[in-house]
């Protein structure tokens, strides 16, 4: 099984501000990271797929970068619509997720 | 545009089997898809349960793969779950979900997502 470290668990950051999450495979998953938003209540939601591709309709202060061991959202421009849980998803083999950051606004 | 509605019982007791139904919208069982099924536990992170393509063909969480069964139904284009052996460790929300074959094989139509609780 593939583990995934995402880290921090937990940020608040101010809107405006630029905010950076990581996310290390226990092993090489060549570029198949992605990254989903969850706001509470709500079933998550696809931002970046195959490490760096935006999905459609998300806004383009969402970027990723990274492969094989070390991946990185960003987000900048912090807005208040932004307060929700990410999570990054290894698809490399047998899925498997981070345990998820929550971002605050304050 | 593709929607996914999970349906099952709220409410499962102990050594019980959940099953729950995803009913597909708007698009194909038989695309080139993968229909998954992720549960989050109350406050909890996402976790991957399983998958099944519409060959019949399916992957398992090895944490889970002895409780677990997935299926397909074309004919009503829609996908089950079973788990066997409850304990109230598997108190969740359950989603189903559509992951795509190719490209990222990133998960990108959710359901709503149906809470389960295991107790007596």
């Known amino acids: 099984d593939i583990q995934m470290t995402q880290s921090p668990s937990s940020l608040s950051a101010s809107v405006g501000d630029r905010v950076t999450i990581t996310c290390r495979p226990s092993?090489?998953?060549?570029?198949?990271l992605n990254w989903y938003q969850q706001r509470p209540g709500k079933a998550p939601k696809v931002l970046i797929y195959?490490?760096?591709s935006l999905q459609s309709g998300v806004p383009s202060r969402f970027s990723g970068t990274g492969s094989g061991t070390d991946f990185t959202l960003t987000i900048s421009d912090l807005q208040p619509e932004d307060s929700a849980t990410y999570y990054c998803q290894q698809s490399y083999t047998t899925p498997s997720f981070g345990g998820g950051t929550k971002v605050e606004i304050k | 545009q593709v929607q996914l509605q999970e349906s099952g019982p709220g409410l499962v007791k102990p050594s019980g089997t959940l099953s729950l139904t995803c009913a597909v919208s708007?698009?194909?069982?038989?695309?080139?898809?993968?229909w998954t099924w992720v549960r989050q536990s109350p406050g909890k992170g996402l976790e991957w349960i399983g998958e099944i393509y519409h060959s019949g063909s399916s992957n398992y969480n090895p944490s889970l793969k002895s409780r677990v069964t997935i299926s397909i139904d074309k004919s009503k284009n829609q996908f089950s779950l079973n788990l066997s052996s409850l304990t109230a460790a598997d108190t969740a929300i359950y989603y189903c979900?559509?992951?795509?074959?190719?490209?990222?094989?990133?998960?990108?139509?959710w359901g709503q997502g149906t809470l389960v609780t295991v107790s007596s």
């Open positions: 708007g698009d194909s069982i038989s695309s080139n898809k993968w």
């Open positions: 195959a490490a760096s």
């Open positions: 092993q090489s998953i060549n570029n198949y």
């Open positions: 979900a559509r992951k795509n074959y190719d490209g990222g094989r990133d998960v990108d139509i």
